[in-house]
């Protein structure tokens, strides 16, 4: 008897900022994983608002017109996995009993967090996980979004006739999407400390790992929109010139202006984002003192562009990779391929969750 490997389909993986929309789905046969389809399209309406906790979140209308857009470029189904916006998340480390305890864990952690947040414990959807053990130090990591917010997306997305599967957190799902890039000891066997740096659009995230276990995370008040409106106003280029410097289009060589106004616009957000990275790592150097310093692994918005990979260079002095997932740079074609891999591996990492 001939029995066939049945395939399945990840929801769709979905990241949406102000900029634009980033779309991933896998397929997986077997022990296999392959890109079905991705894409990358602007926002319908990126007009400013002004409710700032409106940011990043479409309108139904929107929502429903990007689902369009999506199965007409091959996706599949209408199951979507998405992420808590970055800016509604807030992070907290405290103490916890040990998971052997027996002790109410998750009741414990919500007390602690509604503490700081100055809310009612179940005003805000949570995760939360053990730090490696510190001397006599047993610490706990949380993250903590608002109920109103994630039930706001839903209800939209249903509006929509989108099928919500899965509600992630930006930094997991960032460091499910560049896994393969991080190195879990050294050659002498120590774990290392690495980071993975994710340039989002109106800020960024500073992510430290001891070997691939999460143990901080910075938010980073700067992202790519800096650049770009540098570009918009300050050099007065048209949208198609601000994309070629945006790194959407290929400079043409000879064009040397284009080029000078790229570095000028990345140069200050890049020294920004890099003296930021540089806290989170001497803040968890310092924490696990005994752990050697191992990578960096870039990601988002002009993680490729070498003004960016050379301010990180310079601050940080360690050794710096792509995060772009290889299964996508080999899904795409052209010379853009780890510009575009390396700014979809946030939706990718969206849509690695098989068991949303």
């Known amino acids: 008897m001939i029995h066939t490997i049945k395939s399945v389909r990840s929801g769709i ?8 929309f980033q779309a991933v789905q896998l397929v997986r046969t077997g ?5 079905g389809s991705w894409a990358v399209f602007p926002r319908l309406n990126t007009d400013p608002v002004e409710d700032e906790s409106a940011r990043f979140l479409p309108t139904k209308d929107e929502l429903a017109w990007a689902g369009s857009i999506l199965h007409r470029r091959g996706f599949h189904g209408h199951d979507f996995s998405f992420s808590a916006p970055s800016r509604d998340c807030t992070q907290h480390v ?6 052997d305890s027996g002790a109410p864990l998750e009741m414990l952690a919500r007390t602690e967090v509604a503490r700081e947040r100055r809310c009612d414990p179940n005003d805000f959807a949570i995760g939360f996980w053990g730090l490696p053990q510190r001397g006599r130090t047993s610490e706990t990591i949380a993250v903590a979004c608002s109920k109103k917010v ?26 499910r999407a560049v896994q393969e890039h991080l190195p879990e000891t050294t050659k002498d066997g120590s774990t290392p400390i690495n980071a993975v740096l994710h340039v989002g659009w109106d800020r960024s995230l500073a992510i430290v790992t001891l070997g691939e276990r999460l143990v901080y ?13 540098q570009a918009m106003t300050r050099y007065g280029l048209s949208e198609n010139s601000a994309r070629a410097v945006f790194g ?16 000028a616009c990345w140069k200050s957000v890049s020294k920004a984002i890099a003296s930021e990275l540089d806290v ?6 310092h924490s696990f003192r005994m752990a050697p310093l191992g990578r ?7 993680s490729e562009d070498a003004t960016v990979r050379g301010q990180v260079d310079q601050v940080i002095g360690i050794p710096i990779v792509s995060g772009a997932p290889k299964l996508l740079i080999d899904s795409i074609t052209g010379e853009d391929a780890p510009v575009l891999a390396s700014r979809l591996a946030y939706a990718y990492g969206l849509a690695a969750r098989f068991d949303a």
């Open 13 to 20: 993986g979905l990241h949406i900022d102000d900029h634009e």
């Open 31 to 35: 022990d296999e994983i392959r890109v």
């Open 94 to 99: 405290f103490e916890l009993p040990p998971a």
């Open 150 to 175: 994630i039930n706001g997306m839903i209800k939209d997305a249903h509006a929509a006739e989108i099928e919500v599967v899965g509600i992630d957190l930006a930094e997991l799902a960032i460091l």
């Open 217 to 229: 995370v910075r938010r980073i008040a700067h992202g790519a929109e800096t650049a770009w409106n």
């Open 248 to 263: 959407d289009y290929e400079l043409a060589e000879s064009n040397e202006q284009l080029e000078k106004i790229r570095v």
């Open 280 to 285: 989170a790592f001497a803040y968890v150097s």
């Open 296 to 302: 960096v692994v870039l990601c988002g918005y002009g």
